[in-house]
């Protein structure tokens, strides 16, 4: 069955650093998800992303925050100068089509800020 | 604001016995879809099932199902039978019709027992 793979599995970065989390969607889904989850919070939208460009964003996702979809596989999330309360699990998820059709989630990045 | 809520942060049941997690939400939409996802652990999160909130009947998918109470907003899952496998994170979450974020619980951590 296809599943949604990420990478790395753990990064630790210094703050102020830039990071770029990595993410292989589910080849023919057309949308693209990042989610975080601070350690013992909600999980939090971030950010779609369909046909290249950004459908819908929560406040979280400001200027420290951007996504690309560089080729034909990667989705990628980079946050430009990491902060301590970056630190959390960032999931990608993908789904077939848009609104209320199922999401398919990754086994998450767990990022910590130092 | 929407909101999803789920009450019982840890619950434990014993194999083959019934178990119930509590998932209570806040709207004003009315055509929105409601979820369980399932994280077992190190493993990414996989829908369990899923409710239309047009839909009157209650979904079931085998030794899943759920109580929906649109009145009440009160989204619960029921899982008979409970398995080892069946250990892990349970997350309940939201979406409406014309936006493409989930929004989440915190989840409720169920472990069964042999």
């Known amino acids: 069955e296809p599943e949604v793979t990420q990478t790395p599995s753990h990064q630790v970065t210094q703050m102020g650093q830039e990071v770029i989390l990595r993410c292989v969607p589910i080849s023919n889904h057309l949308y693209f998800y990042w989610y975080r989850q601070i350690l013992g919070q909600k999980v939090e939208f971030l950010v779609s992303f369909y046909n290249n460009e950004i459908s819908e964003k929560s406040e979280i996702f400001d200027d420290q925050f951007s996504v690309e979809r560089p080729d034909g596989s990667n989705f990628t999330l980079k946050i430009r100068s990491t902060k301590l309360e970056d630190s959390a699990m960032y999931f990608c998820?993908?789904?077939?089509?848009?609104?209320?059709?199922?999401?398919?989630f990754g086994p998450g990045t767990r990022l910590t800020v130092t | 604001a929407q909101t999803v809520t789920q009450s019982q942060p840890e619950m434990s049941v014993q194999e083959a016995e019934t178990v119930t997690l509590s998932c209570t939400y806040d709207t004003s939409e009315s055509n929105y879809y409601l979820f369980w996802y399932k994280q077992p652990p190190s493993r990414q999160m996989i829908l369990v099932i899923r409710q239309e909130a047009y839909k009157q009947q209650n979904a079931t998918e085998n030794r899943f199902s759920v109580n929906f109470q649109k009145a009440a907003k009160s989204f619960s899952l029921k899982i008979s039978d409970s398995q080892l496998g069946d250990t892990a994170m349970y997350f309940c979450?939201?979406?409406?019709?014309?936006?493409?974020?989930?929004?989440f619980g915190t989840g409720t951590r169920l472990k069964v027992l042999a």
């Open positions: 979450a939201f979406g409406t019709s014309g936006t493409y974020k989930y929004i």
């Open positions: 998820a993908s789904s077939a089509t848009g609104t209320n059709y199922e999401q398919y």
